[in-house]
Structure formats: C-alpha cells, structure tokens
T-cell receptor, first 113, second 111 residues
C-alpha cells in the first residue's frame, strides 16, 4: 500500500514564475491538506481539500491556490513566486474513518532564485 | 499560533527512556493532544494522541496530567533512529482538521 506521494522532489524556479506541485493521497483517504515549512520552522497550514472543494484555509495569500481531482489527488499552485516562497511543501492525507492521524508525504523542496 | 510550549532541544542516551514534555495550559475540554515527529528531510509522522486518559501504542506512551494542562511523550527505549523533531499539537478530534505546529523539541539520541 503506497503512502502519500508527492512530485517533484525538488524544484528550482525564478522569482515571478508560477509552480504546480502534485500530491497523491494514501489509499482510502479522501482529504488532502497542504503545508509550507520554512527552514527551521514547523509546518504552516495552507489549505485543505475535501470533495474537490477547499474546506479550510490558513493565512496565505491568493497567490496560493489548489485543486482536488475526482481520484482525490491534489495540486498546489503558487503564482508570482517570491523569494520567501522557498520552502518544503508538504501534503498530508486523512480519512473521516481514521483514528485521528494525518499521513504526510516526503515533501517538495522549492527554491526560488 | 501554536497552543503548546515545548523545550527547544533534549538529549537522550540510546536504550534509555526519552521523556518529552509539553505544556498546553489553554487546552479546552474537547481538544486532543497529538504528537508527531519529523526525521530530517522527511514529512512529519504521527505518533500518538489522547484526550485525558494515558495512551500507549507500539511507538510510544502518552501521559496527560489530570488537569490536562501538560503531557509527556515517552519513548521507552530510545534508538538512534528516534533522533528527530517532536511536535506536540492541540486540536479537535476531527482527524481532518488542520494541524497547528509549533517549533517542537529537537531530540538527539546519542550512543
């Protein structure tokens, strides 16, 4: 049983560009959350998708947007990249039938130059 | 902001018990205590959670004080692979809710 997978592993972009990150949830999970983790900090919640809709959102600008597909996979899009967007982007999946835990992927390391 | 306070770092000898404290004095009655850990360059990993009773699983034990204002995560026999940042998180019981991470405790297990 594959866990949460994310692609790509690493990415280098230039300031002002746009980026799309992808996440496939753990089998049987229907909810996907995205987190941003700056160096030396704990992960910060960006938003969560359930039934193809954004259900919750953290304190992130509209440059951050997402999508969830019918197969529960998800994308995170960031427009007009800033140097401060350089971080590890983590995807987590969960299920209402679960015991309370979220399963995290390995993350995508984004570097903005 | 995170609702928990943890020491920034701790050391533990391999084979000994690691006791990681967490203060959550503003916890409300329906909030759970969750513990996750993050090994270098990996995504966070769920360890355990509890409401008011002590909990134990194959990874760790969670001891919550009677007033629920603090808790301790216990790794009974720490190994080098337990070296990681440990996060204590307070939140509702819905496993699909957002997690609010603090800066955690960096546990270093030494030989």
């Amino acid at each position: 049983d594959a866990g949460v997978t994310q692609s790509p592993t690493h990415l280098i972009k230039t300031r002002g560009q746009q980026v799309t990150l992808r996440c496939s949830p753990k089998s049987g999970h229907d909810t996907v959350s995205w987190y941003q983790q700056a160096l030396g900090q704990g992960p910060q919640f960006i938003f969560q998708y359930y039934e193809e809709e954004e259900r919750q959102r953290g304190n992130f600008p509209d440059r951050f947007s997402g999508h969830q597909f019918p197969n529960y996979s998800s994308e995170l899009n960031v427009n007009a990249l800033l140097l401060g967007d350089s971080a590890l982007y983590l995807c987590a999946s969960s299920s209402p039938a679960g015991r309370g835990e979220q399963y995290f992927g390995p993350g995508t390391r984004l570097t903005v130059t | 902001d995170a609702k928990t306070t943890q020491p920034p770092s701790m050391d533990c000898a391999e084979g000994r018990a690691a006791n990681l404290p967490c203060n959550h004095s503003t916890i409300s009655g329906n909030e759970y205590v969750y513990w996750y850990r993050q090994i270098h360059s990996q995504g966070p990993q769920y360890i355990i959670h509890g409401l008011k009773n002590n909990e134990t699983n194959e990874m760790a034990s969670l001891i919550i004080t009677e007033d629920r204002k603090s808790s301790t995560l216990i790794l009974p026999h720490a190994t080098l692979r337990d070296t990681a940042v440990y996060y204590c998180i307070v939140g509702p019981s819905y496993n699909t809710d957002k997690l609010i991470f603090g800066t955690g405790t960096r546990l270093q297990v030494f030989p």
